[in-house]
């Protein structure tokens, strides 16, 4: 199912926790939703789940609105702080979650045994929550948010407190998932937006500041081309110059003479790979390095949300 945020405003006293945003999510996509803490991911994942209400504005999945409370069965919440009951053991807490979102009676333990398989619960299924590492809690929190099989997974943090293999498992579970469900996943690591989503949405507060690929952010943080080579053979006052004949070529720095390192910024929207690889042949350089400059998603998250 599809996901619309339309104009979507809501506020603490004076404070606008999120101002007019909109924004669409497709079947089958995995959108991370990044932003400094206070920036408004919270409050809008906990909108779009119908656990707040906004001032204003609507959110529809599958064309309806969330807010008359009929779409719960469509969506699977995995809040930032992992609510869970302590005193039961993980198989009766499973059991309770399913009773409470409608699961059917003879499917529920099908459902129970699909989601102990796919979090890695087997071992701990039987312990009681409160026994269980920090870890194996939030296994237990990504189980009830998928043990109705929803079409929507909204997902707050899920990696907190894991380990770093925990991590890897639970980052296959979430793309595997994202090839069949559309999926809304909160996180501060960034080599796991990266890793993970297909689409990247950043919000700083309460406003969007960027939507788009990783790659499609790089681009528009980087402007133009920018090339890192490395010559041998070559007269590297002479390569400059020839470079910068180019026609595709806006700027030529040496960075190195002695080791004939060059760096090349292209014009605004032109490339000039097959260009200097060309000039290498004609003159005879060996090309040893060509490497092109990608902007790091901290910088473009710095960037866009430090002021």
Request: charged share 30%; proline share 6%; with cysteine.
């Amino acid at each position: 199912m599809d996901i619309e945020i339309r104009h979507l405003t809501k506020s603490y006293g004076p404070q606008k926790a999120v101002d007019d945003i909109s924004f669409a999510v497709r079947p089958g996509e995995i959108l991370g939703f990044l932003g400094p803490n206070g920036a408004g991911k919270t409050t809008t994942m906990k909108i779009i789940t119908n656990y707040i209400q906004p001032d204003s504005g609507e959110v529809l999945i599958g064309g309806r609105s969330v807010h008359d409370g009929s779409m719960k069965r469509y969506i699977g919440y995995l809040p930032e702080h992992n609510p869970l009951y302590p005193e039961m053991n993980v198989i009766d807490f499973l059991r309770w979650c399913a009773e409470v979102q409608d699961v059917p009676r003879e499917h529920i333990p099908d459902r129970i045994r699909e989601m102990v398989r796919v979090c890695g619960l087997d071992r701990e299924k039987h312990k009681k929550i409160g026994e269980l590492s920090k870890g194996y809690r939030q296994r237990v929190g990504l189980a009830q948010a998928m043990i109705h099989d929803p079409e929507v997974l909204i997902l707050d943090e899920p990696t907190t407190g894991l380990d770093p293999n925990q991590i890897v498992e639970i980052r296959e579970l979430i793309r595997k998932l994202g090839r069949e469900k559309t999926v809304i996943l909160s996180t501060h690591i960034l080599p796991e937006v990266e890793a993970t989503c297909d689409r990247i949405l950043i919000i700083n507060r309460g406003r969007i500041v960027a939507d788009g690929t990783p790659e499609t952010l790089r681009r528009q943080a980087q402007g133009q081309q920018v090339l890192r080579i490395r010559l041998e053979e070559a007269d590297p006052d002479e390569a400059v110059k020839a470079i910068m004949a180019l026609p595709s070529v806006a700027s030529v720095d040496l960075v190195q003479a002695e080791a004939c390192r060059i760096e090349v910024q292209s014009k605004p929207e032109a490339t000039s790979n097959r260009a200097i690889f060309e000039l290498c042949k004609e003159r005879g350089w060996v090309l040893v390095e060509m490497v092109p400059f990608e902007t790091r998603l901290e910088d473009i998250f710095r960037n866009l949300t430090m002021n």
